[in-house]
């Protein structure tokens, strides 16, 4: 079994999969060309008409490259390749981000030419179902046509102003009705820009100077967090980066994820000195990790008696997890919270919110000074409200939860069908394929992987079309338009990849 059910699939019926057309339409064009409906999962939010996004027309010619170019056990990759050698002259280590390098995984960098749906292409012209999504920006896939037409539209008036415009006012309005603990929102250029001044507001509100984080989180590249940070850092090996003073690091305390015992001792110690709680509400930067109930309460008990701020860093899981993001899920209201990737639909973008009293802190209303001059940028705006409106509905995220426990349950069966002791982890956009026996609750249990089984079968899934994050510490992330046609290819080239990795015979 091989990704060949990538190219079968996209011969027929690419389009309705791409564009999650109902099943009428769908049944319709099949008796049209002949062939067989595509198989669609039942109940989905992608069988009714107001799903319905005239995808097919707006995708008329996309649809009708091949989706795969030939036996996908060999695929070239000379052009990257020859991309990657041009890059490393300039750009260091040829990339723009660590963990792009592919090195974790004893890889090259992939260079993308296009991306359609849940579809990239490279530059060799190889396709591969998508599963990095711009790092969980792209939940509704690439080249959304509501993304897509409300970034044209914007750029007939321009394409940044430095000075206020109407897309960030029904920005922050939006953000603030989504996610209620949001009072007021200060629009940024990225997740680190958002987390970086979600600190500062809270050490200048608290008059503290103390933060805690947690192994494994990763909050972006500011100085303040490259303590035993996670995600690229996990990967590479670097313990914290070189550049950074210790006067920095000196205030802030990095503990054990879900470790309630770890939590009660540092406040014990120094919690009138701590200004804040920081947090991934799930964990998406050392792989999927979930929180237990009682580490959720127990922050949130600790952060009310002593006068800290929580933060929950929703970069990843904001709009992802539920639609009102992690804090929904879990029923916990943080003071203060940080958006980032799916609030720009793909462009740069970051933002930071939380309840008045605190925000009214900030430049110019308060003396905290934060600024930015492509902050609140109109293409990012309308991208990202293209984007927020569509997910409004509620379909999409119930789309991407049935997607991600689909994926989730296949994958289990895999690892059980092989003999091959893995776990699976996912909430409703993120999931996790960690090659242990052992439950996995935290960075330290997440190091104890077989990274080198992880690379081997990453390998293998790139053979076959699937483009899974390359790292064992990150996060895959489906989107709203991946259908049951794109998780099935994605079991089989699992299971495949599995296989030959381990040399087992199912
Ligand atoms: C949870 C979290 N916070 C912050 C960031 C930093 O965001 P950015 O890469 O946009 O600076 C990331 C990036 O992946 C993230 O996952």
Redesign the pocket.
């Known amino acids: 079994m091989s990704a060949n059910v990538v190219a079968d699939k996209s011969k027929e019926d690419a389009g309705d999969e791409l564009g999650q057309e109902n099943m009428k339409d769908s049944a319709k064009d099949a008796a049209k060309s002949g062939t067989k409906a595509a198989e669609r999962p039942e109940g989905l939010p992608g069988n009714k008409d107001d799903w319905k996004e005239n995808f097919k027309e707006d995708h008329k010619d996309s649809l009708n490259k091949p989706r795969l170019t030939e036996e996908v056990v060999h695929l070239d990759h000379s052009k990257s390749t020859a991309l990657f050698n041009r890059a490393k002259e300039h750009i260091p280590g040829g990339v723009n ?1 660590p963990v792009r390098s592919c090195k974790a995984v004893g890889g090259e960098p992939i260079f993308i030419a296009s991306a359609d749906g849940p579809y990239m292409y490279d530059e060799d012209k190889n396709v591969y179902i998508d599963y990095v999504g711009s ?2 920006a792209m939940i509704l896939g690439h080249k959304h046509p509501r993304v897509l037409q409300a970034i044209e539209d914007a750029v007939q008036h321009g394409t940044s102003y430095g000075a206020p415009c109407r897309a960030e006012v029904e920005m922050a309005e939006l953000i603030c009705q989504l996610v209620p603990s949001v009072e007021m929102v200060r629009m940024v250029n ?6 970086m001044s979600a600190v500062r507001l809270a050490r200048a509100f608290t008059k503290r100077n103390i933060i805690v984080k947690f192994d494994g ?5 500011a100085d303040s967090f490259l303590v035993k940070a996670g ?1 690229g850092l996990a990967t590479l090996g670097i313990a914290s980066s070189p550049g950074v003073p210790e006067e920095f690091t000196a205030q802030t305390m990095s503990l054990p994820y879900n470790n309630v015992d770890a939590l009660r001792e540092a406040f014990a110690k120094k919690g009138d000195q701590i200004a804040a709680i920081i947090v ?1 509400p799930v964990v ?2 050392a792989g999927v990790i979930i929180p237990s109930e009682e580490f959720l309460k127990s922050m949130q008990g600790l952060c009310k008696d002593t006068g800290a701020l929580l933060i929950f ?5 904001g709009f992802r997890v539920a639609l009102g993001g992690a804090q929904e899920k879990f029923g916990i209201k943080p003071d203060l919270t ?1 958006f ?2 799916i609030i720009g639909g793909g462009l ?3 933002a930071y919110g939380g309840r008045k009293e605190i925000m009214e802190h900030i430049a110019p209303l308060g003396p905290v000074y934060q600024a930015g001059t492509l902050s609140g940028n109109p293409l990012a705006m309308a991208a990202g409200l293209a984007q927020l409106r569509f997910l409004k509905s509620g379909k999409p995220n119930q789309q991407l939860a049935t997607i991600t426990e689909e994926l989730a349950a296949g994958l289990k069966a895999v690892g059980e069908k092989l003999k091959v002791p893995l776990q699976v982890v996912s909430v409703p956009g993120m999931l996790s394929v960690f090659f242990t026996d052992k439950e996995v609750t935290d960075f330290d249990l997440a190091l104890k992987c077989n990274t080198e089984l992880f690379g081997k079968v990453w390998h293998g899934l790139i053979k076959r079309g699937i483009y899974w994050p390359p790292s064992q510490y990150e996060a895959a992330f489906p989107s709203a338009i991946h259908s049951r046609a794109e998780i099935k290819a994605t079991l089989a080239a699992f299971e495949a990849s599995i296989e030959e990795a381990v040399g087992a015979k199912a």
Do not use: F, I, L, R
Request: glycine share 20%; proline share 3%; hydrophobic share 15%.
């Open positions: 981000s790092w969980g990225s997740g680190t820009e958002a987390c989180c990763y909050h972006g590249h995600s991934e998406g930067n860093d929703e970069v990843m899981t940080c980032g990737k740069p973008v970051g």
